[in-house]
């Protein structure tokens, strides 16, 4: 972070429905001076175990936030910004302030972002993070659970969180449509999200046997290699947001 070596790309999020751009999720590398790229998954878990994650995640926050609110300034509608929050930073409980002053110095519109927590993190203390999400919501940002089905949510507690959105896991992607457990799931979380009238968003699309199967099973958005590859920020702009 002092040296600035990380990076903001964009994985870009889509309609299934139209195929149009809905926004993306902001995700982090880092650029090593010897090693050269290096991916989330070789340094969040580092991140996380160490506490470092909270610099790290208010850092992308202010960052991609940032570019967001010149995006929307110049009139190019990037969509909704999707920005994960770590476990770690959830429980912690300072969130709230973290993400209200990321609107104040960026001016980046709270309809135009969205906070992805994970179910883990939900429910590993459930009362504290319904009073967490509602003070998010109160801010006018969206809400999803990340991972949705790789955890144990109580579904008594799920109709209580002010959620707009569910995120299918890629692992349950990933078989579709061969798979007839993956296929019970997934058509399973689609019905139990919009019985509650959340969007549903899938993961780790790649490919067109897959795309289709969602689009018959009804959910509403898509993300994944098939359309759009996590990029740096000048190519999303140029491949998605040209004038």
């Given at each position: 972070i002092e040296r600035g070596e990380l990076l903001i790309y964009l994985q870009p999020q889509f309609s299934l429905k139209t195929g149009l751009l809905l926004g993306a999720e902001a995700l982090v590398r880092w650029q090593h001076p010897q090693q050269g790229m290096v991916m989330p998954a070789m340094f969040i878990s580092l991140a996380e175990e160490s506490g470092l994650i909270v610099a790290l995640g208010e850092w992308v926050q202010h960052a991609a936030c940032a570019q967001?609110?010149?995006?929307?300034?110049?009139?190019?509608?990037?969509?909704?910004?999707?920005?994960?929050?770590?476990?770690?930073?959830?429980?912690?409980?300072?969130?709230?302030?973290?993400?209200?002053?990321?609107?104040?110095v960026t001016h980046l519109s709270p309809a135009l972002l969205e906070l992805e927590i994970t179910e883990g993190a939900i429910m590993s203390q459930v009362e504290n993070s319904v009073q967490v999400l509602h003070d998010l919501r109160e801010m006018g940002i969206n809400l999803a659970i990340d991972d949705f089905g790789t955890g144990y949510s109580s579904l008594a507690y799920l109709k209580r969180l002010p959620l707009d959105k569910l995120k299918v896991d890629q692992s349950f992607v990933r078989g579709l449509p061969g798979d007839a457990e993956d296929c019970a799931i997934v058509h399973a979380v689609i019905a139990l999200g919009h019985s509650l009238q959340l969007k549903v968003i899938a993961e780790g699309v790649e490919t067109e046997k897959q795309r289709q199967f969602l689009v018959d099973a009804g959910c509403d958005e898509m993300q994944g290699y098939l359309r759009g590859r996590p990029m740096p920020v000048a190519d999303f702009r140029r491949e998605f947001l040209s004038n």
């Amino acid at each position: 972070i002092e040296r600035g070596e990380l990076l903001i790309y964009l994985q870009p999020q889509f309609s299934l429905k139209t195929g149009l751009l809905l926004g993306a999720e902001a995700l982090v590398r880092w650029q090593h001076p010897q090693q050269g790229m290096v991916m989330p998954a070789m340094f969040i878990s580092l991140a996380e175990e160490s506490g470092l994650i909270v610099a790290l995640g208010e850092w992308v926050q202010h960052a991609a936030c940032a570019q967001w609110a010149a995006w929307d300034v110049a009139g190019l509608s990037p969509g909704v910004l999707s920005i994960n929050v770590s476990g770690v930073e959830f429980r912690r409980g300072q969130i709230q302030g973290m993400v209200r002053n990321v609107l104040d110095v960026t001016h980046l519109s709270p309809a135009l972002l969205e906070l992805e927590i994970t179910e883990g993190a939900i429910m590993s203390q459930v009362e504290n993070s319904v009073q967490v999400l509602h003070d998010l919501r109160e801010m006018g940002i969206n809400l999803a659970i990340d991972d949705f089905g790789t955890g144990y949510s109580s579904l008594a507690y799920l109709k209580r969180l002010p959620l707009d959105k569910l995120k299918v896991d890629q692992s349950f992607v990933r078989g579709l449509p061969g798979d007839a457990e993956d296929c019970a799931i997934v058509h399973a979380v689609i019905a139990l999200g919009h019985s509650l009238q959340l969007k549903v968003i899938a993961e780790g699309v790649e490919t067109e046997k897959q795309r289709q199967f969602l689009v018959d099973a009804g959910c509403d958005e898509m993300q994944g290699y098939l359309r759009g590859r996590p990029m740096p920020v000048a190519d999303f702009r140029r491949e998605f947001l040209s004038n």
